[in-house]
C-alpha cells in the first residue's frame, strides 16, 4: 500500500515540475534567446537487501526528476551563428554603401550633371562670345561644378568617419558581451547541470556567442558543462575567468586595424566588423578616385584656358586651383573679361570651339560616367550577395527554430498530456487511500 502511495506521490511532483516547464516554455513563446525545455525523468525502482543472506527486495518508487533538457542541436546553433554573421556582414557593407550612393548622387545635383551642363554651357557661349550674359552663367556652371566636387567630397570624409565611429561602437559592444560571458561562464562552473538555472544560463550564453560572432567570426569551443571560450586570430578573445579587450583603428586606406590585448590580428571576414571594414575601405578608394578626377578637371580647364586669349588678347590665367584635397577646389576669378574664349589667332570663339574635346573619353565627364556604373555594378552584386545571405540565415534559423523554438500547438498539447497524468496520479492516491480505509473498516 505505501508503495502506491509513493508512486503517486513522485508521480504528482514529476508531472507538476513538467507542467511548470511547458508554462515556461508558453510564457517565453516571444523571446528570440530562450530554447524550450522539457524535463526528463527516470524509473525511481530501488533494490537494496537489509541481510546479505536474503534475496535483494525491490521498492517500487515511481519516477524521479532527473534534469531539465534544452531542445538545443549545437550543430545547427553553429550553422546559424555562421550564417547570422555572413548575413550581418552583408547588410552592414551594403547600408554604407547605399549611404555613399547617396553621396555621389548629391540630391540629384551630382558632379555629372554639373559636368554635362557647363559643356553645354560653354558650347552656347562659343555660338555668341560676345554675350556677357552666357558668359557669366558659364563661370556660374563653373562654380557649380567645383561645388558639386567639394560637396560630394565632404559627404563622402563624414561617410568614412561614420564608418570609423560605427567600428568604435560595435568594439565596445563586443567587449561588453565579452565581459558578460566570462561571468556566464562563471555561473556556469557554480550550478549543477541539469537544472532550470543551468538552462537558463546555456540561453545568456547563447545569447552572448550570437552577439558576438555577429561582430567577427570568432572560433568557439564548448566545454562538457557548458562553458564557451573563443579565440579569434589566434588570440584568446574569453574563456572562463578570463575575457580580452578588443580595440580598433582606421588604416590610411580605410580598412580596419583591430587588436586583441595589443596584438594585432587580422580583419574578421564576416560579421559587422568585416562588413565596416570593406566599407571602410571602399569609401577612401572612391573618395582617392573622386579626388583624382577634380584633379583631372583642374587640369583640363587650366590647361584649355592656357591655350586661349582673351577677348583682349591677353593669354588666359587659371581657371581653377587644388593646392591640397578637394575641399581647396576654387574657382580663382568671377571676372567674364578673364575667360579665354577666343583661339590664339583672335578668332572670337575660336578656344570655346575646343571645349568639346575635353569630353572624349579620356575627360573628366566619361571618367565620372564609368565611375558611377562601375558603383553602380558593384552596388547592385552586393544587393544579390546580401539578399542570398538573408535567405541562407533564414534557412538555418527556421531549421534551429523547428528543434528549439516553442510552438504553442506542441505546449497546449503537452500540458493537457501532463495534467491528465497528474490526475491519474492523484487517483493512485486516492485509491491507495480508499482500499486502506477498506480494509480497516473491515476490523
Known amino acids: 500500500m505505501s508503495n502506491l502511495l509513493t508512486i503517486g506521490r513522485s ?61 538545443s542541436d549545437e550543430f545547427i546553433e553553429a550553422q546559424v551563428r555562421q550564417s547570422g554573421a555572413a548575413r550581418i556582414r552583408a547588410e552592414t557593407q551594403l547600408t554604407w554603401m547605399e549611404r555613399l550612393e547617396t553621396n555621389l548622387d548629391n540630391a540629384g545635383s551630382n558632379v555629372g550633371s554639373r559636368l554635362n551642363t557647363f559643356f553645354s554651357r560653354a558650347e552656347e557661349v562659343a555660338a555668341a562670345p560676345f554675350d ?27 561617410t568614412a568617419q ?39 544560463l546555456l540561453d545568456a550564453r547563447d545569447a552572448m556567442l550570437a552577439t558576438i560572432t555577429e561582430k567577427l567570426n570568432a572560433t568557439i569551443t564548448l566545454a562538457p558543462n557548458g562553458t564557451a571560450s573563443l579565440t579569434y586570430g589566434g588570440e584568446q578573445l574569453a ?72 577677348l583682349a588678347g591677353a593669354p588666359g590665367a587659371p581657371l581653377l586651383s587644388m593646392p591640397g584635397g578637394i575641399s581647396t577646389l576654387t574657382v580663382t576669378t568671377t571676372d567674364i573679361a578673364q575667360l579665354a574664349v577666343a583661339a590664339a589667332d583672335g578668332t572670337p570663339n575660336g578656344n570655346l570651339l575646343n571645349i568639346p574635346d575635353l569630353r572624349t573619353t579620356d575627360g573628366v565627364e566619361t571618367k565620372w560616367n564609368n565611375f558611377m556604373a562601375g558603383f553602380a555594378t558593384n552596388l547592385s552584386a552586393l ?42 496520479s492523484a487517483r493512485v492516491i486516492q485509491v491507495a487511500r480508499e482500499t486502506m480505509q477498506s480494509i480497516l473498516n473491515v476490523f
Request: without cysteine; negative net charge; proline residues 1%.
Open 11 to 71: 508521480g504528482l511532483r514529476a508531472f507538476s515540475r513538467s507542467m511548470e516547464a511547458v508554462s515556461h516554455n508558453i510564457a517565453n513563446a516571444e523571446n528570440p534567446d530562450y530554447v524550450r525545455r522539457t524535463v526528463q525523468m527516470s524509473d525511481a525502482t530501488v533494490s537494496s537487501s537489509l541481510n546479505p543472506a536474503y534475496k535483494a527486495q525491490s521498492g517500487l518508487n515511481g519516477v524521479k526528476i532527473s534534469q531539465t533538457v534544452r531542445a
Open 132 to 158: 556677357n550674359s552666357l558668359k557669366l552663367t558659364l563661370l556660374s556652371e563653373l562654380d557649380a561644378v567645383v561645388d558639386a566636387f567639394r560637396r560630394t567630397a565632404g559627404n563622402m570624409t563624414l
Open 162 to 200: 561614420q564608418v570609423s565611429q560605427g567600428a568604435t561602437q560595435e568594439v565596445d559592444t563586443l567587449n561588453a558581451a565579452l565581459e558578460n560571458l566570462n561571468k556566464i561562464n562563471l555561473d556556469i562552473t557554480r550550478t549543477m547541470e541539469g537544472t532550470d538555472a543551468h538552462a537558463g
Open 239 to 310: 574563456a572562463v575567468n578570463f575575457f580580452a579587450n578588443v580595440a580598433v583603428a582606421s588604416n590610411t586606406d580605410g580598412s580596419l586595424a583591430l587588436q586583441v590585448n595589443g596584438v594585432a590580428v587580422a580583419v574578421p571576414s564576416e560579421g559587422s566588423l568585416a562588413g565596416l571594414s570593406r566599407a571602410g575601405a571602399t569609401a577612401q578608394g572612391r573618395l582617392d578616385d573622386l579626388t583624382a578626377l577634380a584633379q583631372q578637371f583642374v587640369t583640363d580647364i587650366n590647361t584649355w584656358q592656357a591655350n586661349g586669349r582673351t
Open 383 to 424: 544587393r544579390s550577395e546580401s539578399n542570398a545571405a538573408t535567405a541562407l540565415d533564414e534557412g538555418a534559423r527556421r531549421r534551429r527554430d523547428a528543434i528549439s523554438g516553442v510552438d504553442l500547438d506542441r505546449e497546449a498539447g503537452d500540458l493537457i498530456r501532463l495534467q491528465q497524468a497528474y490526475e491519474a
